[in-house]
């Protein structure tokens, strides 16, 4: 399973940015995905998850509300819709899959992308 994230950058506070996630192969609905952050000095934390079939999405508290997971099965796609970002979203957001939704929940994963850094400025 490979993943290519993008779409980071620098942000202003309350403006929007979006993620996108691509995964290669052609399994991609077999698995739940999602988002995993970092900030520096932290450990990685879950911020959204998506069930294989996109009908499922969860949240961390901490950005439900601003941020929309989803996923494209067809295009192998998941994004993660970025609204209303604050500085404390700044991290490195890495894509990831697993095989468990569980997993993701608990913020690790079977497989990782890249990382892409979300810088938000005040």
């Known amino acids: 399973v490979q993943l290519q994230a993008s779409g980071g950058g620098l942000v202003q506070a309350g403006a929007s940015l979006r993620l996108s996630c691509l995964k290669s192969?052609?399994?991609?609905?077999?698995?739940?995905m999602g988002w995993v952050r970092q900030a520096p000095g932290k450990e990685r934390e879950f911020v959204a998850a998506i069930s294989m079939s996109g009908d499922n999405s969860y949240y961390a508290d901490s950005v439900k509300g601003r941020f929309t997971v989803s996923r494209d099965n067809a295009k192998n796609t998941l994004d993660l819709q970025m609204n209303s970002p604050k500085p404390e979203d700044t991290a490195v957001y890495y894509c990831?899959?697993?095989?468990?939704?569980?997993?993701?929940?608990?913020?690790?994963?079977?497989?990782w992308g890249q990382g892409t850094l979300v810088t938000v400025s005040s």
């Open positions: 192969g052609r399994t991609f609905s077999l698995y739940p």
């Open positions: 990831a899959a697993s095989r468990q939704i569980g997993t993701l929940l608990g913020g690790s994963a079977d497989y």
